[in-house]
């Protein structure tokens, strides 16, 4: 009745009209009361008339509006603006009669009715707009987020390619965490060697209490044993209440404030690598878009920790030999380097040992039992001077070297050689058979026999034949015993009158293509038709030929021969590329760039035809200079391949910067890996790693059906050896390819 008399006071009926029908919330206010209102104002605010008519409209007010101010002061100072006869337009905090509170438009103007002041207002519910603001705002943000994000894993992806270690990736991981997970406690556990636990590398956050109880964990245990054996992202929103923690580390993770914990698993095709553990301030889930981001960054870690383990294997392979697991030739060559770089090193005795009737036992007992015998040797002469400064390797065959430091008098060093062969003279037991074996040992002593390791490993060589020559026992080296040098000499003279004199014949062994099974091109492999000799193989002359010019010349004759002879079997119908060998030698050599460039000029070779086969230890020599001599001659079109892969390259650094097309796994791999399940891992690894790197694999060395059949499974794409076709005078490679049968 009230209302309806206070509505009297608008008195043009169209206006009336307007008011009842409006959709809008409209009332009049007289000083700060409500006095009549229509009815979308009552719907909006969910009230009757009687219950807002004569009420403030701090009423139907929050205590406090969203910027902070009380509702009641700032709408006093909103009516008092349009009491001056200002139209106020503003948004406004309001709520409904339970108190349900809504966001709105409001306009207040100032009206005169029958000469009084009253303010007209009008109020549109905004909320449905404030939240699809809210949202839209929201999403902005999480897509900047996801974007910052992706640039942050993307960087890290970077960096992690050029990570070779488990450390390196560790902490560039962290690093990248700070900025990604929105965390402030991190750790990144990674797996033993042995895979029997988790080993914390990386932390940041966690406090020392934290920390004391998880320097190791079993890798079954907690949030981080569930993750890696569902190869899946566990969270707790609540380690209060998580009984899948181990009760002293939920308590010490507790004491620490940390409420919330995730376990991200590190794993690839099913090996497990680690875990990242992350731990919140608070009690919190995480939303599809951070779970999706801890995944790619899972992911792209994970792929990073398989290539540092390949890369460790890789670099162990080229340091051990594979059958003893002993260090090798170039692990001795680099370790002694290293060691004469100290200053304080002043003095060694290196001692050569080949066993003694070493072959009998092979020819009588079979290669199994020779190398059952050879594994033995490392861990007895190791147990026999335990606690000694010594280093033991294995040069090849049954060739051992004991290099002994700081030791100078003759006494002492002969004393150690005694030990040494009386360690040895103890019988083995091999499958049930006690064999004895004998030794000559060749001694060098540093400096006076050598002055680094190669001068130092030929006297001790030397010293060795020297006491095989007289029986046995031991021999120090004596410069009146050296009688190689004049005979090497002479034989280099006469290798130099052999170029001039083309007494050099090429053999070729075929490489075929697994994938085809089509012959893929040929190696060409020198051989020597010495007048006195006969048909001497490059193990006699070779290396005579790199300790002078004589490489050069030597090298030169050959690529002039294989092209040569390519040109013939391109006009017999076979367009087969040819691979020559290059020395250490012609790697320093810009000579042999100018040579490659004329006499492929002379022949006209096509791109790709000439292959040029480079070992691991030959690029090691001067590695700057060889990228650089390689970079031309492959611009130059040719095909570069590097030989003997995995027996002595030391830094594979330098393999990403070198334009290599094909790594050739060496025989010595090949040979055992279907009954050595540590060469065939070398040799999967080996593939995994060129194939990462676009390059093809050759295999070298392969004797029969079943190891072809078996390195075609692992992915190998040629193999040359024995059961292909022996090296032969292309004559007899004619006949071989007309008779072949695909």
């Known amino acids: 009745m009230q209302n309806r008399e206070n509505k009297s006071l608008i008195t043009d009926a169209h206006y009336r009209l307007v008011f009842e029908k409006a959709e809008d919330c409209m009332f009049l206010m007289k000083q700060d009361r409500f006095i009549a209102c229509n009815p979308a104002t009552l719907e909006m605010f969910g009230c009757t008339e009687e219950q807002i008519i004569k009420q403030t409209p701090y009423r139907f007010s929050p205590e406090y509006q969203l910027d902070g101010r009380k509702s009641d002061e700032k709408a006093l100072e909103k009516i008092k603006t349009a009491f001056s006869g200002e139209t106020v337009s503003f ?34 519910d905004i909320s449905r707009r404030k939240s699809t603001e809210a949202e839209l705002e929201y999403s902005r943000k999480q897509l900047f987020k996801q974007n910052e994000n992706l640039k942050r894993i993307n960087k890290l992806s970077n960096q992690l390619h050029r990570s070779d270690t488990f450390q390196e990736i560790a902490d560039q991981t962290l690093d990248a965490l700070r900025g990604i997970a929105g965390t402030p406690c991190v750790a990144i556990y990674l797996m033993s060697e042995d895979g029997s636990h988790l080993r914390r590398v990386a932390t940041e956050g966690f406090d020392r209490a934290a920390l004391q109880v998880s320097p190791i964990m079993d890798i079954d245990e907690g949030l981080t044993g569930i993750s890696l054996e569902s190869n899946k992202i566990i969270v707790s929103s609540d380690l209060s209440q998580d009984k899948r923690i181990r009760a002293e580390v939920r308590e010490a993770l ?118 059952k015998l050879l594994q033995q040797i490392g861990p007895r002469l190791s147990q026999t001077f335990e606690g000694k400064n010594i280093l033991l390797c294995r040069l090849g065959g049954d060739e051992f070297i ?50 680094d390791s190669h001068e130092l490993l030929r006297s001790a060589d ?22 190689h040098t004049p005979e090497r000499l002479a034989l280099i003279a006469e290798l130099n009158s052999a170029i001039r004199e083309e007494q050099l014949e090429l053999h070729y062994q075929p490489k075929v293509d697994l994938t085809t099974n089509k012959v893929a091109g040929f190696e060409a492999l020198v051989r020597w038709r ?127 910067r070198m334009p290599i097309d094909f790594l050739k796994i060496d025989r010595e791999f090949v040979k055992d890996m279907l009954s050595s399940d540590h060469d065939s891992i070398i040799i999967n690894s080996t ?56």
């Open 91 to 124: 948004e406004w905090l309001h709520q409904q009669y339970d108190k349900t509170l809504f966001s709105a438009e409001v306009t207040l103007k100032s009206i005169k009715i029958e000469g009084e002041d009253h303010l007209f207002a009008t109020v549109r």
């Open 402 to 451: 004991l290099l002994i430091d700081d030791v100078y008098e003759q006494k002492e060093i002969l004393e150690y050689a005694e030990v040494l062969l009386n360690c040895l003279r103890e019988p083995f037991e091999i499958e049930s058979m006690m064999l004895e074996i004998d030794a000559s040992v060749g001694i060098a002593k540093y400096p006076e026999d050598g002055k």
């Open 462 to 483: 030397v010293a060795m034949y020297e006491a095989k020559n007289r029986g046995g026992g031991i021999k120090v080296y004596d410069e009146n015993d050296d009688k």
């Open 254 to 371: 507790l004491e620490s404030s940390i409420c919330s914990g995730v376990a991200v698993p590190l794993s690839y095709q099913g090996t497990k690598l680690g875990c990242i553990n992350l731990g919140y301030l608070e009690k919190r889930a995480l939303t599809k878009d951070e779970l999706e981001t801890l995944q790619i960054i899972s992911n792209t870690v994970s792929q990073s920790l398989v290539g540092a383990i390949q890369i460790q294997n890789l670099d162990f392979m080229a340091h051990h030999d594979s059958l003893t697991g002993l260090s090798n030739r170039l692990f001795f060559h680099v370790a002694f380097k290293e060691k004469t770089l100290n200053t304080e090193y002043k003095s060694a005795a290196l001692m050569l040992l080949d066993l003694d009737r070493f072959k009998e036992i092979n020819d009588t007992l079979g290669h199994h039992i020779g190398d």
């Open 530 to 656: 010495h007048n006195k000799m006969g048909l001497l193989y490059p193990d006699k002359f070779i290396a005579l030929a790199e300790m002078s010019d004589s490489i050069h010349f030597l090298t030169q004759a050959v690529i002039e021969l294989a092209l040569a002879q390519q040109q013939k079997w391109i006009d017999a119908g076979y367009e087969l590329p040819v691979a020559v060998n290059l020395s250490a030698r012609n790697l320093i050599d810009g000579r042999c760039v100018r040579y490659i460039k004329k006499v492929m000029d002379k022949y006209q070779v096509k791109p790709g035809m000439l292959e040029l086969e480079i070992t691991e230890t030959a690029l090691m020599q001067d590695p700057e200079t060889a990228i650089g001599l390689l970079n031309q001659i492959s611009n130059l079109g040719v095909k570069l391949s590097i030989d003997d892969f995995g027996t002595g390259y030391s830094s594979l650094s330098y393999l990403r």
């Open 687 to 742: 593939i995994a790693l060129a194939h990462n790197l676009r390059l093809g694999v050759i295999a070298e060395g392969v004797e029969d059906k079943e190891t072809m059949i078996q390195l075609k499974r692992l992915g190998c794409d040629f193999v040359q050896g024995y059961y292909v076709c022996k090296p032969k005078p292309w004559y007899d490679i004619e006949n071989w390819l007309n008779q072949r049968v695909i």
